[in-house]
């Protein structure tokens, strides 16, 4: 494998792709780094010691790379588009215009990639508007200083418009990464932002008691789930597909045979990010009301307390529902069947047409609860070894979701060298 790796640096168009990429990259850790206009470095830094966040807040965090507690140029990080690719997709159920641009082919996506740009930029305008305004309230509750030391309207909406640039910018880099560099531009970007906490969770953990204990226990769940997701990640449910002999003038096309390749977690990281985020606004209401209030008091022991049976029950139902949800979207049975009753394809023993739809949906269903169970115990072992370990402050860093998203972003990462390699080498990483 080091010496794919050495022949991948001595090709010259795939080194230029990969030194393309990793100064992107470069970039981007960079601008983590950053304050934004009116922010004290200083103060922040103070304020970082000093206090926590909340688990929404911390998502967020770790997927900006630890630039939103920074309160950098690049403090909302790759959220912004995330969100707004997810509500783009769901869009399609809702509203048909969306739909019919799905089915549109190439122009078609261009036109939803547009429609995803300009939600990405609204979405960061709110969010950096809620950032800024509750810097020195509620982010960094309790710290003796500002972080936003003036927080004239003026010097605060200059704050925002830094900020929406700062994603817009994540969004044109991630987007380069895709068209001139290997992988996908915002996979890697988010790769990146999750990969840079590692460091620091594992000497925080270290610098608590029993430090080496823990360490050993985290990498050896850390290496235990990464096999558990490679090996799912790489698995697929092959359907078997015919094509019949067509005549068409005097040449015979078809009669080959082929497969639809299904994967067993087809919805990947997204139940469990929605999950999260949805179990997260509980506790996010809760810092904004009376500390002392009942409710609030309840919803800080059951629901944001990941080591609470109702957190974790309330979590594995919603990634099982959350994967047939979205499962349901982006896979449809119907759609499927007629693309091959139009084309003279057939599965083996199953009709064209409604029962090839209806054998689909059978087939479907099985998988995604194979692949649900698997995202619940991928997202939950972490949670619940690490409250019996009193590790609260790094779940996020070491959770399902993230290892999920580094292993699977790697993974894709290293086939598509791999092919390169390939096309001009005949060998690669994979033997």
Not at 149 to 169: E, K, R, V, W, Y
Not at 198 to 226: N, Q
Not at 244 to 266: E, L, Q, W
């Amino acid at each position: 494998m080091l010496s794919a790796f050495a022949q991948a640096f001595r090709t010259p168009d795939l080194r230029r792709k990969l030194l393309f990429t990793l100064g992107i990259i470069a970039i981007y850790r960079l601008g983590t780094f950053i304050p934004a206009p009116g922010v004290d470095y200083g103060n922040v830094q103070q304020c970082l010691a000093a206090t926590g966040t909340g688990d929404l807040l911390g998502m967020v965090n770790l997927f900006s790379g630890g630039a939103l507690l920074q309160l950098s140029i690049f403090a909302l990080g790759i959220m912004p588009y995330i969100t707004a690719s997810i509500i783009v997709q769901l869009m399609r159920v809702v509203i048909p215009r969306f739909e019919a641009l799905h089915k549109e082919g190439q122009a078609g996506q261009t036109k939803l990639t547009q429609y995803t740009r300009y939600l990405t930029i609204f979405l960061a305008v709110l969010q950096s508007a809620v950032i800024v305004t509750i810097a020195n309230t509620q982010l960094f509750a309790g710290c003796p200083v500002l972080p936003i030391p003036d927080d004239s309207p003026l010097n605060l909406l200059l704050t925002i418009i830094a900020m929406t640039a700062g994603t817009g910018l994540i969004m044109w880099l991630g987007e380069l990464i895709t068209e001139r560099g290997v992988g996908n531009g915002m996979s890697l970007l988010i790769f990146t932002s999750i990969a840079a906490g590692f460091p620091s969770a594992l000497i925080s953990i270290a610098g608590g008691a029993d430090g080496v204990t823990k360490i050993l226990v985290v990498v050896g769940l850390i290496l235990l789930i990464t096999l558990l997701v490679v090996f799912v990640e790489q698995s697929q449910r092959r359907v078997p597909v015919q094509y019949a002999k067509r005549m068409v003038g005097r040449r015979m096309y078809g009669g080959s045979s082929t497969y639809i390749p299904i994967k067993i977690n087809m919805p990947g990281v997204i139940p469990v990010i929605f999950a999260s985020s949805l179990l997260a606004l509980p506790g996010l209401a809760a810092q904004f009301g009376d500390q002392s209030a009942g409710w609030v008091q309840w919803i800080v022991t059951n629901i944001a307390n990941p080591a609470s049976p109702l957190y974790i029950t309330l979590y594995a139902v919603l990634i099982l529902f959350f994967a047939f949800f979205y499962t349901s979207i982006t896979f449809n049975p119907d759609e499927v069947a007629d693309n091959m009753k139009r084309y003279g394809g057939f599965i083996p023993g199953i009709r064209a047409g409604r029962p090839t739809a209806e054998y689909l949906q059978y087939v479907m269903s099985r998988i995604t609860t194979t692949g649900a169970i698997y995202l619940t115990l991928v997202a939950l072992i972490p949670t619940i070894v690490f409250a019996q370990l009193g590790i609260t402050n790094q779940q996020l860093a070491f959770g399902g979701t993230s290892i999920l998203i580094v292993v699977g972003v790697g993974l894709q990462t290293v086939k598509e060298i791999d092919s390169q390699l390939q096309q001009r080498h005949y060998e690669g990483f994979l033997r």
